[in-house]
């Protein structure tokens, strides 16, 4: 059974960059015809998904936060990674990590962590 | 950029049935996903591909999807059914979630 776990800062200052890891465990990263997902959800707030990567290198961005969001993955640590760049207060949320199929639906994800943004 | 459309809340008595509705232009040409997630809780995927359920989501949930709106079914409503249901389709390159319905069980 594939399970994802997040880990990172739970503290970032304004203008610095966010950076988050999803550790998989249960499964390889690099195997399958899956796409690996970072989704926030503000406090109180709805879903949103920041982007997705595959393992070949290949990604797509949510387009309201592209320039500021990379992604990349360790596939000997079987783990994936979130960067977002300049961020400000409207970035604090809890962040998750999900498996995406081809369907473009999410499971499982990782109980998330949240990043807080203040100086 | 596409919309989905959700109503924000739904009170259904326990044992009664609840449809939670996703609407979105022509959204019966898109694959719908819906998601249950609990308080302080991950999401968790009931519903893929408009009406298919993952292995371990009980038959009480159900999906239908048809023109400019999709429907969740929620049966024989339990407590342990509370919490907030998002609808989710891909467009355009990107992920659309709609704003999410709360579902209290009285």
């Known amino acids: 059974q594939v399970r994802l776990q997040e880990s990172g800062p739970g503290l970032v200052k304004p203008s610095q960059t966010l950076s988050l890891t999803c550790t998989v465990s249960g499964g390889s990263i690099s195997i399958g015809s899956y796409y690996w997902n970072w989704i926030r959800q503000p406090a109180g707030k709805g879903l949103e998904w920041i982007g997705r990567f595959y393992t070949s290198g290949s990604a797509n961005f949510n387009p309201s936060l592209k320039g500021r969001v990379s992604m990349s993955v360790d596939t000997s640590k079987n783990q994936f990674f979130l960067r977002l760049s300049s961020v400000t207060a409207a970035d604090t949320a809890v962040y998750f990590c999900?498996?995406?199929?081809?369907?473009?639906?999410?499971?499982?994800w990782g109980q998330g962590t949240l990043v807080t943004v203040s100086s | 950029s596409f919309e989905l459309t959700q109503p924000s809340s739904v009170s259904l008595a326990l044992g009664q049935t609840a449809k939670i509705t996703c609407e979105g232009n022509d959204i019966g040409s898109k694959n719908v996903h819906w998601y249950q997630q609990r308080p302080g809780q991950a999401p968790l995927l009931l519903i893929y591909?408009?009406?298919s359920r993952p292995s371990g989501i009980p038959e009480r949930f159900s999906g239908s999807n048809s023109g400019n709106t999709a429907t969740l079914t929620i049966s024989s409503a339990q407590v342990g059914d509370e919490g907030d249901y998002y609808c989710q389709v891909w467009d355009s390159g990107t992920v659309v979630f709609g704003a999410g319905t709360e579902v209290t069980v009285l």
């Open positions: 999900a498996r995406g199929g081809m369907g473009n639906y999410y499971a499982p």
């Open positions: 591909n408009d009406a």
